[in-house]
C-alpha cells in the first residue's frame, strides 16, 4: 500500500481561501540569503495571471532544546532612516503649518477685501479644487521617473509651487488685493500642497508596506497634528501685530527650508528602488499611465475597497458645512480676537493629536466600525455646539463666548479630520505594490471632492435661508440641519468592515495545554504574506520532522510544506485547496 505522504505527486488538502484562483510557489529557499523574495503566480479561472511579489522576512527564535532558528530581518541603516524621518516628518510639519498662512489669508479676505460669508466660503471650497485630481498626480508619481526617482523630486516640485504662490502673494501688493489674482495664487499653492501630499503619502504607505509596519498614517498624523498647534498658535498671535503679508512671507520661508531638505535627499535613502536614466517615448509614457489608471479601476472596484470609500465619502458630502457663516459670526458679530480664534485651534489639535496617540496605542485593536459608529454619533452632536454659541445658551451657564469657543469650536472639526486616519490605514495596508501614490492619491481625491461638494451646498444652503453678514436670525436653522444629516450616515454603516485587516500583531501570545499540545511540531523557516483583493492570506513553509509528530511515521522521514492559513475570521473556511509537497 503506497503512503500518500511520499507521493510529491500527490496534493494535500488543506482549507481552501474562498477565491477562484489556484495558487502555485515557485522558489527554492537558500538559509543563507539575508533578503529573499518571492513571486507567487496567481492563475484565475479566466486564464489570466496576476505575478504578485512578497518579501520573505525570517525571524530569529530559539526552541525548547537551545538550538536557535535562523531568521533574517531586513534593516535600514540608521543613516537613511534618520534621513527618512526628516524627510516624511518635516513634510507633515510644514503641512500642518499651512493654517498658519490660511488663517491670514482668511482674515484678509475678510477684514480687508470684506467679503461675503457665502463668498468666502465659495473661495475656500473652489481654492480645493487642485486636490480634486490627486489621482492623476499619483499616477504619475507611480509610473513616470523624474531622474530616476519616483516620489522625491515631486515633493520638492510641490514645494516650489507652493513657495512661488505664498512668496508671490506677500511680494507683490496686486496679487493679494485683487480677487482673481488672489485666487490664481491660492489654486497654484494647492496644486503645489496637493502634489507633494500624494508624493508624501505614497512614500509612506510604501515604506510601511515594504517593512511590514502598520500604522505609518498614525505618526504621519501626529506630525501634521503638530505643526497646526504650532501654526494656530503662532498666527493667531502675530495677526495682533503684524499684517498678513508678513506671515506669508514667514510661510515661504518655511517653504524654502523643505525645498532644501527635499532636494539634497535621494531615493535611495529611503530604500526605495531607483531606475537609471530613461527617456520613454511620449506614446509609451501614455500607454503605461493608461494601464496604471485601469489597474486603479479595477482595485478602486474591489468591494473590500469601494464601500468604505463609499461610505467616508458620502459622510462628508451629506454635511452641508457652514463654516464661513459660523467664521463670520465670530470675528463681525461677536468680535473675537484672532488670538482667540488661533487658540481654539491649537486646542483643537491637541485634541486631535491626543487621539491619534490613543488610536496607535490602543484603538487600533477595536472593531473598526464600532469605532466608525461612535466617531460619526459624537461628530453629529458637536456640531451642535456652534447652534449653542450662536443662541448664547453659554451665557446662562456662565461660560463666556471666548472660554467657550475655546473649549468647543474645534470639536467637530477634529472629529472630522480624526474619522478619517481609520480608513487611510485600511487603504494603505490593502494596496498592492506599485500603486501606493494611485491609491492614497484616489482617497485623497475623494475625501477632497467630498469636501467641495459639502462647502457648496452649505453656500446653497445659507443663500436659500437667508443668511448673510448683516442677518443670521436663520444660522441656528442650518446648524441644526447640520447635525441632523450627519447622523445619515449611520443607516449605512454596514459599509465599514467589522475588522481592519493589517500585518500580523507583535508579541507572544500566550498558549494553554491544549494548544501547546496540539501545536505544530517543526520550524517555520519563511513566512509569506500575500493580499488578492480584500483576501489576506498566510503561507508558512514548515521544515517538520513527522517522526516527532507521530510515532507510527518513518523517523528517516523529513518533508517540507506548505500550509496555507487563513488570516480573515469572518470569511467562510470552506472547501479544500490543493498545495504541493516541496522538498
Known amino acids: 500500500?503506497?503512503?500518500?505522504?511520499?507521493?510529491?505527486?500527490?496534493?494535500?488538502?488543506?482549507?481552501?481561501?474562498?477565491?477562484?484562483?489556484?495558487?502555485?510557489?515557485?522558489?527554492?529557499?537558500?538559509?543563507?540569503?539575508?533578503?529573499?523574495?518571492?513571486?507567487?503566480?496567481?492563475?484565475?479561472?479566466?486564464?489570466?495571471?496576476?505575478?504578485?511579489?512578497?518579501?520573505?522576512?525570517?525571524?530569529?527564535?530559539?526552541?525548547?532544546?537551545?538550538?536557535?532558528?535562523?531568521?533574517?530581518?531586513?534593516?535600514?541603516?540608521?543613516?537613511?532612516?534618520?534621513?527618512?524621518?526628516?524627510?516624511?516628518?518635516?513634510?507633515?510639519?510644514?503641512?500642518?503649518?499651512?493654517?498658519?498662512?490660511?488663517?491670514?489669508?482668511?482674515?484678509?479676505?475678510?477684514?480687508?477685501?470684506?467679503?461675503?460669508?457665502?463668498?468666502?466660503?465659495?473661495?475656500?471650497?473652489?481654492?480645493?479644487?487642485?486636490?480634486?485630481?490627486?489621482?492623476?498626480?499619483?499616477?504619475?508619481?507611480?509610473?513616470?521617473?523624474?531622474?530616476?526617482?519616483?516620489?522625491?523630486?515631486?515633493?520638492?516640485?510641490?514645494?516650489?509651487?507652493?513657495?512661488?504662490?505664498?512668496?508671490?502673494?506677500?511680494?507683490?501688493?496686486?496679487?493679494?488685493?485683487?480677487?482673481?489674482?488672489?485666487?490664481?495664487?491660492?489654486?497654484?499653492?494647492?496644486?503645489?500642497?496637493?502634489?507633494?501630499?500624494?508624493?508624501?503619502?505614497?512614500?509612506?504607505?510604501?515604506?510601511?508596506?515594504?517593512?511590514?509596519?502598520?500604522?505609518?498614517?498614525?505618526?504621519?498624523?501626529?506630525?501634521?497634528?503638530?505643526?497646526?498647534?504650532?501654526?494656530?498658535?503662532?498666527?493667531?498671535y502675530c495677526l495682533l501685530k503684524t499684517p498678513p503679508r508678513i506671515l506669508f512671507l514667514a510661510f515661504t520661508a518655511l517653504l524654502s527650508l523643505q525645498l532644501i531638505v527635499s532636494l539634497s535627499s535621494k531615493e535611495e535613502s529611503v530604500n526605495l528602488p531607483r531606475i537609471g536614466e530613461v527617456t520613454p517615448e511620449i506614446s509609451s509614457v501614455l500607454g503605461i499611465v493608461k494601464k496604471q489608471f485601469l489597474d486603479l479601476k479595477g482595485i478602486v472596484q474591489v468591494d473590500e475597497i469601494s464601500q468604505p470609500l463609499i461610505w467616508i465619502v458620502s459622510s462628508i458630502a451629506l454635511v452641508p458645512l457652514l463654516s464661513g457663516s459660523v467664521?463670520?459670526?465670530?470675528?463681525?458679530?461677536?468680535?473675537?480676537?484672532?488670538?482667540?480664534?488661533?487658540?481654539?485651534?491649537?486646542?483643537?489639535q491637541l485634541m486631535l493629536l491626543c487621539l491619534t496617540v490613543v488610536y496607535d496605542r490602543y484603538w487600533k485593536k477595536l472593531p473598526m466600525r464600532a469605532l466608525i459608529h461612535i466617531v460619526q454619533l459624537l461628530y453629529g452632536f458637536s456640531l451642535?455646539?456652534?447652534?449653542?454659541?450662536?443662541?448664547?445658551?453659554?451665557?446662562?451657564?456662565g461660560i463666556s463666548n471666548t472660554a467657550f469657543v475655546l473649549c468647543f469650536s474645534s470639536v467637530a472639526e477634529i472629529l472630522a479630520q480624526f474619522k478619517i486616519l481609520p480608513f487611510s490605514v485600511l487603504l494603505a495596508n490593502m494596496c498592492p505594490g506599485g500603486c501606493e501614490g494611485s491609491i492614497t492619491s484616489f482617497l485623497a481625491s475623494t475625501l477632497c471632492l467630498s469636501s467641495v461638494v459639502s462647502g457648496f451646498t452649505g453656500v446653497g444652503m445659507a443663500n436659500m435661508i437667508g443668511i448673510t453678514s448683516k442677518n443670521y436670525s436663520n444660522l441656528p436653522a442650518g446648524i441644526l440641519i447640520q447635525s441632523l444629516t450627519a447622523l445619515v450616515p449611520l443607516w449605512f454603516i454596514h459599509y465599514v468592515p467589522m475588522l481592519e485587516p493589517g500585518f500580523e500583531r507583535e508579541g507572544k501570545r500566550a498558549m494553554s495545554k491544549k494548544s501547546r499540545r496540539n501545536r505544530r511540531v517543526g520550524r517555520v523557516i519563511a513566512d509569506i504574506t500575500l493580499f488578492l483583493g480584500r483576501r489576506r492570506f498566510c503561507a508558512h513553509v514548515i521544515h517538520t520532522n513527522l517522526a516527532a509528530a507521530t510515532p507510527r511515521i518513518s523517523p528517516l522521514f523529513h518533508s517540507s510544506f506548505l500550509v496555507w492559513r487563513h488570516e480573515m475570521s469572518f470569511l467562510p473556511r470552506q472547501a479544500n485547496a490543493q498545495c504541493n509537497i516541496l522538498y
Open 384 to 397: 451642535l455646539f456652534d447652534y449653542i454659541l450662536v443662541k448664547q445658551i453659554n451665557l446662562a451657564f
Open 327 to 348: 467664521f463670520c459670526y465670530q470675528t463681525q458679530v461677536l468680535n473675537l480676537d484672532p488670538s482667540v480664534i488661533g487658540m481654539s485651534k491649537v486646542i483643537g
Open 1 to 236: 500500500m503506497n503512503n500518500p505522504l511520499l507521493s510529491i505527486s500527490n496534493p494535500v488538502k488543506f482549507f481552501k481561501p474562498p477565491i477562484p484562483y489556484r495558487i502555485s510557489l515557485n522558489t527554492t529557499i537558500n538559509k543563507k540569503q539575508k533578503h529573499q523574495s518571492k513571486t507567487l503566480v496567481a492563475t484565475s479561472n479566466k486564464r489570466s495571471t496576476t505575478s504578485l511579489t512578497s518579501s520573505v522576512s525570517l525571524v530569529r527564535r530559539r526552541n525548547n532544546n537551545g538550538d536557535g532558528e535562523t531568521t533574517l530581518v531586513k534593516k535600514v541603516g540608521r543613516d537613511e532612516k534618520g534621513q527618512t524621518v526628516l524627510l516624511c516628518a518635516l513634510g507633515y510639519w510644514v503641512q500642518g503649518l499651512r493654517c498658519f498662512s490660511w488663517l491670514a489669508l482668511n482674515f484678509h479676505m475678510a477684514h480687508c477685501l470684506n467679503l461675503k460669508p457665502s463668498t468666502l466660503q465659495l473661495v475656500q471650497y473652489t481654492a480645493s479644487l487642485p486636490m480634486v485630481a490627486k489621482p492623476l498626480y499619483g499616477v504619475l508619481s507611480d509610473v513616470l521617473y523624474i531622474g530616476g526617482a519616483r516620489r522625491v523630486p515631486y515633493i520638492s516640485v510641490g514645494v516650489l509651487l507652493q513657495g512661488l504662490a505664498w512668496g508671490s502673494l506677500a511680494i507683490f501688493p496686486g496679487a493679494r488685493e485683487v480677487l482673481p489674482s488672489l485666487m490664481a495664487f491660492i489654486l497654484l499653492s494647492n496644486l503645489g500642497a496637493s502634489i507633494t501630499e500624494v508624493s508624501q503619502d505614497a512614500l509612506v504607505a510604501e515604506y510601511g508596506l515594504r517593512y511590514q509596519i502598520n500604522g505609518l498614517q498614525s505618526y504621519a498624523l501626529m506630525a501634521s497634528a503638530v505643526g497646526g498647534i504650532l501654526g494656530n498658535l503662532l498666527g493667531g
